[in-house]
C-alpha cells in the first residue's frame, strides 16, 4: 500500500477510536468476533456470500451479531423476531441511511431513494414512485407483461441454449417499455447492456464495508492515479454507467415529448405533470422524476430477472414439482389457451412455487442497510449510535424452524388442503420487493410452465448433470450460470407458442 494512503488510514482511524472503544456502565455491544484496536474486525470481514458468513455467525453468537471495522460499528440480525423489534418496533431510531461513500458520494447511486437517508427528500421520493405503482394501479401494466411474456415463449423456440438471455430481455423489455415507452431491440440493446453493468457495480459497491472507503471516507480525497486508489477508477467507470443508465433514456422520452410525440409511459406522465420550466420547483421535481423512473427500472428489470433464471434452475432440479405444477395448469385450462391473471386464483400450486421461488434463493440475500440514530439497549446490550444495522434475508428465510428442510424446493409447504395457508410465515415480510415483482413472476412462470418442459443437462454419455443452487455475491444474488434443457412439451404446445 502506499505510504501516503497508510498514513491517510491511521490518521483518520484515530477519531474512531473514542467511539468505538470507550465503555458504558453495565452495557457492552451484542457478542459477535473478537477484533482488534483501530482495525476491527477486518480479518473476519467476508469477502463474498456475506449472508452465507454471517449465518455461519449466528451459530456461534446468537442471532444478533455485533463487529467493527476500523471503529464502524456493524448489527446483523437473523431472526425475523430481532429484525421486527429493531426496524419495525423501533423504527424512530433505525428509520435513518448510512451514507455509504462509493456508491452514493463517487457512483452516484443517490438516484436510487434506497440509499437515501430518512427525510423529506426521501420521501418525495418514496411518494412519487407510490403514485405509478401502488396496488391499485399495478395492474394497468399487465398487458405489457403478458405480451413480453409471450415474446420469451418465442425466443426460448428458437434458441433454448440462450434462455438465461431471453430472461433477462424479457424483463428489460417490459420494464423500459412501462416505465419509458421504448421498445427496446431484441439482441444487446445499448440501453440494457448499460443497465446490466450498472446494476453490476452497484451490486457489488452496495455492501456496506466492500470498499475501504465506506469506513474510512477520507480515502475519497486520495488522488486515482495513485496506487492502491483503484477504487476511485473503478468508481468512475460504474459512475458513468449510473448516469447513462439514468439519464439516457429518461432525456430520450423529455426530447420525444418535446417533438409534440406522444407516449404512454411512467417518465413521460411525470414530465407532463412538472412544473413550467420557468417555476422555481422545476428543477428538483424533474429531478425527483428522473430518479423515480430509474428506481422503477432499476427495481423491475435486475431482481425480477433473476428470480426467474433461479426457477428455471428449480425446475431443472425438482422435476417432480414441475410435473405437479404443469398438471394443476392443464386441470384448469385444459390445452388449448394459455394462462392468464384471470386463471390465478385457480392455480394455488403456481403461487406456492412462486411463494417458494423467493424463499429458496433470495434475490436480496441482505435487507438494505439502516443505521442507529441514538444508542439504544435492546436485549440488555447496547447498540451504539451510528451503527449500520442488516436483516440478513437469507437466514430469516431459511429458518428451520419456520421452513423445514430449508434448502429443498418444497412448494408444498405454502399449501393446506389444496390451498395457500395463510398460517405461513409469507416471503414478503423479508424478500424485498416481493409485492410489486408479484405480478410479473406469475406471467412469466406460469406461462412457461403450461408450454415447456425444463430438464437438467446431459453429458456427451448422455448421463444427467445434476445441479446445484450456486449463485453470484454482492448486494443482489443471481444464479450462477447453468445450462438446461428446454423443449415444448407437446405439438399442441408449440401450437400456443407460435399463436402470438
Known amino acids: 500500500m502506499n505510504l501516503q494512503i497508510f498514513l491517510c488510514i ?13 465503555k458504558r456502565p453495565g452495557l457492552s455491544p451484542p457478542p459477535g468476533p473478537k477484533g482488534y484496536p483501530i482495525i476491527g474486525n477486518i480479518f473476519d470481514m467476508p469477502r463474498g456470500f456475506v449472508w452465507l458468513e454471517y449465518d455461519k455467525w449466528f451459530k456461534l453468537y446468537g442471532d444478533m451479531v455485533y463487529f467493527r471495522f476500523f471503529g464502524q460499528g456493524f448489527l446483523i440480525l437473523g431472526s425475523l423476531a430481532k429484525t421486527d423489534d429493531i426496524m419495525n418496533k423501533r423504527s424512530t431510531n433505525y428509520s435513518d441511511r448510512p451514507f455509504l461513500p462509493m456508491v452514493l458520494g463517487l457512483m452516484g447511486w443517490e438516484v436510487n431513494f ?24 399495478v395492474h394497468k401494466y399487465y398487458p ?27 424483463f428489460g423489455a417490459m420494464i423500459m417499455d412501462i416505465t419509458y415507452g421504448i421498445k427496446v431491440s431484441d439482441s444487446d440493446d445499448p440501453y440494457l447492456t448499460i443497465a446490466e ?51 439516457g433514456p429518461f432525456n430520450h422520452v423529455k426530447e420525444t415529448l418535446q417533438r409534440g410525440s406522444v407516449v404512454t409511459s411512467v417518465a413521460a406522465q411525470s414530465i407532463e405533470a412538472l412544473p413550467d420550466e420557468k417555476d422555481t420547483r422545476r428543477v428538483e421535481e424533474e429531478e425527483i422524476a428522473r430518479n423515480m423512473a430509474a428506481a422503477a427500472y432499476i427495481g423491475g428489470f435486475d431482481t425480477t430477472a433473476s428470480a426467474v433464471q433461479f426457477f428455471f434452475l428449480a425446475m431443472a432440479m425438482y422435476p417432480d414439482v414441475q410435473q405437479k405444477a404443469q398438471a394443476e395448469i392443464e386441470s384448469i385450462l385444459g390445452p388449448n389457451r394459455l394462462p392468464d391473471h384471470n386463471d390465478r386464483e385457480s392455480l394455488p400450486y403456481i403461487n406456492a412455487i412462486i411463494k417458494e421461488t423467493m424463499r429458496w434463493q433470495p434475490v436480496s440475500p441482505m435487507a438494505s442497510p439502516h443505521m442507529c440514530t441514538n444508542d ?18 437469507w437466514s430469516i428465510l431459511h429458518d428451520p424452524n419456520v421452513y423445514p428442510s430449508p434448502e ?12 395457500l395457508n395463510p398460517d405461513v410465515q409469507d416471503t414478503s415480510i423479508a424478500a424485498f420487493g ?65 399463436g402470438w
Not at 429443498?408 to 390451498?419: Q, S, V
Open 10 to 22: 491511521i490518521s483518520a482511524a484515530f477519531p474512531f477510536l473514542f467511539r468505538a472503544f470507550r
Open 114 to 137: 434506497g440509499f437515501l437517508p430518512y427525510g423529506s427528500w426521501w420521501r418525495r421520493h418514496r411518494r412519487a414512485f407510490h403514485q405509478h405503482f401502488h396496488g391499485g394501479v
Open 144 to 170: 405489457v407483461q403478458l405480451a413480453e411474456g409471450h415474446a420469451l415463449l418465442r425466443r426460448l423456440l428458437v434458441t433454448p441454449e440462450n434462455f438465461m438471455h431471453h430472461i433477462r430481455q424479457a
Open 197 to 247: 453493468e450498472a446494476l453490476h457495480g452497484m451490486s457489488q459497491a452496495g455492501v456496506p464495508g466492500r470498499f475501504l472507503i465506506d469506513v474510512l471516507p477520507i480515502l475519497k480525497y486520495v488522488p486515482s492515479w495513485m496506487p492502491g486508489a483503484g477504487f476511485k477508477r473503478q468508481a468512475a467507470r460504474w459512475g458513468e454507467l449510473t448516469t447513462e443508465m439514468v439519464q
Open 376 to 393: 439504544d439497549e435492546y436485549g440488555g446490550y447496547l447498540i451504539p449510535k451510528g451503527t449500520i444495522v442488516l436483516g440478513n434475508v
Open 408 to 419: 429443498e424446493f418444497k412448494p408444498e409447504r405454502w399449501l393446506k388442503d389444496g390451498k
Open 434 to 498: 416481493y409485492g410489486r415483482r408479484d405480478i410479473s413472476l406469475y406471467t412469466m412462470i406460469s406461462l412457461v410452465l403450461a408450454v415447456y418442459n425444463i430438464n437438467p443437462p446431459v453429458d456427451d454419455q448422455g448421463n444427467v448433470i445434476h445441479l446445484k443452487p450456486e449463485a453470484t455475491s454482492g448486494m443482489l444474488s443471481a444464479p450462477a450460470p447453468f445450462k438446461c434443457r428446454i423443449k415444448p412439451r407437446s405439438s399442441a404446445a408449440e401450437t400456443l407458442i407460435h
